[in-house]
T-cell receptor, first 115, second 110 residues
């Protein structure tokens, strides 16, 4: 079985400061990892994914995430937060080779960037 | 391209009523999914389909049925709505390693 944990329900950060949104995962085999963002009253938008290769993955809107196999983590980061980054962020995982491509999502972390 | 669209956007039902949510995609994707989103619960998979004419149960399938008669459409049905089914429902497709989400349907069951 696969699972995702986002240990923080909410993260507050001042505009211009670096931000980190944490994610840890559990899968039986090799993981494929994803970050999605949801703005109010909208669907989820894809930010970035880790499939294989470099542990540091760069995505949309200046976000990046670092895959750490030993710590089973995939934390989302941005060097300088913008007020417009305020949204709900979801980490997701699926096991490589899973034929149905089902994703398991974390419960989400609300990011608030304070002007 | 419209991508993934969902109909309706909002709906209020009374307990025991039935309804069908429609998901349509114009990207020719094989895989389609229905999720529900509840506060503090993230997204949970209800049913999914790996191609036209196929459906399978996800994590929380009870109280829901689905059909995929055409590749571009994935229907989610509630035969007898219950207040516990009050939620926001998202449809998604899969291709190229990522899922593409519709805008959601907000359903309230009173």
């Amino acid at each position: 079985a696969q699972s995702v944990a986002q240990p923080e329900d909410q993260v507050n950060v001042a505009e211009g400061n670096p931000l980190t949104v944490k994610c840890t995962y559990s899968v039986s085999g090799n993981p494929y990892l994803f970050w999605y963002v949801q703005y109010p009253n909208r669907g989820l938008q894809f930010l970035l994914k880790y499939i294989t290769g470099d542990n540091l993955v760069k995505g949309s809107y200046g976000f990046e995430a670092e895959f750490n196999k030993s710590q089973t983590s995939f934390h989302l980061k941005k060097p300088s937060a913008l007020v417009s980054d305020s949204a709900l962020y979801f980490c997701a995982v699926r096991e490589s080779g899973a034929g149905s491509y089902q994703l398991t999502f974390g419960k989400g972390t609300k990011l608030s960037v304070i002007p | 391209n419209a991508g993934v669209t969902q109909t309706p956007k909002f709906r209020v039902l009374k307990t025991g009523q039935s309804m069908t949510l429609l998901c349509a995609q114009d990207m020719n994707h094989e895989y389609m999914y229905w999720y529900r989103q509840d506060p503090g619960m993230g997204l949970r998979l209800i049913h999914y389909s790996v191609g036209e004419g196929t459906t399978a149960k996800g994590e929380v399938p009870d109280g829901y049925n689905v059909s995929r008669l055409k590749k571009q459409n994935f229907l989610l049905g509630l035969e007898s709505a219950a207040p516990s089914q009050t939620s926001v429902y998202f449809c998604a497709t899969f291709a190229g390693g990522e899922q593409y989400f519709g805008p959601g349907t907000r359903l309230t069951v009173t």
